[in-house]
């Protein structure tokens, strides 16, 4: 089997696939969080599995498989309320390897499959191919415009309250979106809020 050709996106064009996926499917007027297993489930018909201890013997918290129709996601991930977060990550993150990569595994259906299609991708086409499908995930469940638009109105009520503002910030836009204060992070400085932000 020949080496895979893979397409590596830009800044600009995975915020515009985003909007677009976002505009399909999900309403801003619609409260948050962004509801991506009801979308990946109802709209896309794509069915979110439990696959036990698939972390432990693969290293993957989830996997895209069967034609783009399955989602496999670690069983304790699914289960445990704490790792909701993470969850719903991860799904986003998978859905996103299905818009820009879906040519690249259509064919698989098993772990091991999804493993002997990665041996074929060098490691730093790998982890460019991750960081884009992390980036596109994080734009769909944190909207530019309606993380813009809270990011603001939260830092403008927190300001010179708390010496820890940022962090603060950051924990409520967490709470908001239903990700993690580090996802929040990366969106922040994706985002370029840094310079529009004073905290």
């Known amino acids: 089997m020949p080496h895979p050709?893979?397409?590596?996106?830009?800044?600009?064009?995975?915020?515009?696939?985003?909007?677009i996926f976002l505009e399909k499917f999900y309403s801003s007027g619609e409260s948050l969080p962004?509801?991506?297993d009801?979308?990946?489930?109802?709209?896309?018909?794509?069915?979110?599995?439990?696959?036990s201890c698939l972390e432990q013997k693969y290293g993957l918290h989830g996997y895209l498989a069967l034609s783009l129709k399955k989602i496999y996601i670690d069983q304790y991930i699914?289960?445990?309320?704490?790792?909701?977060?993470?969850?719903?990550?991860?799904?986003?993150?998978?859905?996103?390897?299905?818009?820009?990569?879906?040519?690249?595994?259509?064919?698989?259906?098993t772990p091991e499959e999804y493993m002997v299609a990665l041996d074929k991708i060098t490691e730093t086409e790998h982890a460019r191919m991750d960081i884009d499908a992390k980036r596109l995930?994080?734009?769909i469940l944190m909207p530019a415009d309606l993380y813009r638009k809270e990011c603001l109105k939260i830092?403008?009520?927190i300001s010179g309250k708390n010496k820890s503002t940022k962090s603060v910030l950051f924990l409520r836009l967490a709470n908001e979106f239903n990700v993690s204060e580090e996802a929040v992070g990366y969106r922040f400085r994706?985002?370029?809020?840094?310079s529009q932000v004073s905290l």
């Open 5 to 19: 050709k893979i397409r590596f996106y830009t800044p600009q064009e995975l915020e515009t696939f985003a909007e």
């Open 34 to 36: 962004v509801e991506i």
């Open 38 to 51: 009801t979308i990946v489930e109802a709209d896309l018909d794509i069915r979110i599995l439990p696959f």
């Open 78 to 109: 699914m289960d445990e309320e704490s790792f909701e977060r993470r969850y719903r990550f991860t799904v986003a993150e998978e859905v996103a390897h299905s818009l820009l990569h879906k040519d690249l595994f259509k064919d698989v259906t």
């Open 137 to 139: 995930a994080e734009a």
């Open 155 to 157: 830092a403008t009520e």
């Open 190 to 194: 994706h985002l370029g809020l840094d």
